[in-house]
């Protein structure tokens, strides 16, 4: 009897999201936001924080203002903590992640 080799499927990343805005269905619409991955402690999400400066007329300085927003993060981008990524809005996947992030920017 021959050997005959199986072949293998070369992928360097496993994804099967179907929640990834690239090898899954999810598609993406809206608006397009940069951040800090200020937490990725939760399976699949990851804290997103922005922050800037708003002004203070009166006082003619500037406050520091922040947010954060949960995004989905698909195993073949894997966020970490610290990295900046690009986020973007999809349908709500969650009670309150409704955004998934797309690419590392660092
Ligand atoms: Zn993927």
């Known amino acids: 009897?021959?050997?005959v080799k199986k072949r293998e499927k070369k992928r360097t990343v496993e994804c099967n999201d179907k929640n990834c805005p690239i090898h899954g269905t999810l598609a993406t619409r809206g608006?397009?936001?940069e951040g800090?991955?200020?937490s990725d402690k939760m399976d699949?999400?990851?804290i997103v924080q922005r922050s800037r400066y708003v002004k203070l007329k009166k006082y003619e300085r500037y406050r520091p203002v922040k947010s954060r927003i949960p995004a989905h993060n698909p195993p073949c981008i894997n966020a970490k903590m610290g990295d900046k990524v690009r986020i973007m809005e999809c349908r709500k996947l969650s009670k309150t992640v409704s955004f998934v992030v797309i690419e590392?920017?660092?």
């Open 1 to 3: 009897m021959a050997k």
């Open 31 to 33: 608006i397009v936001l």
């Open 36 to 38: 800090v991955v200020a």
């Open 44 to 46: 699949k999400t990851v």
């Open 104 to 106: 590392k920017l660092s």
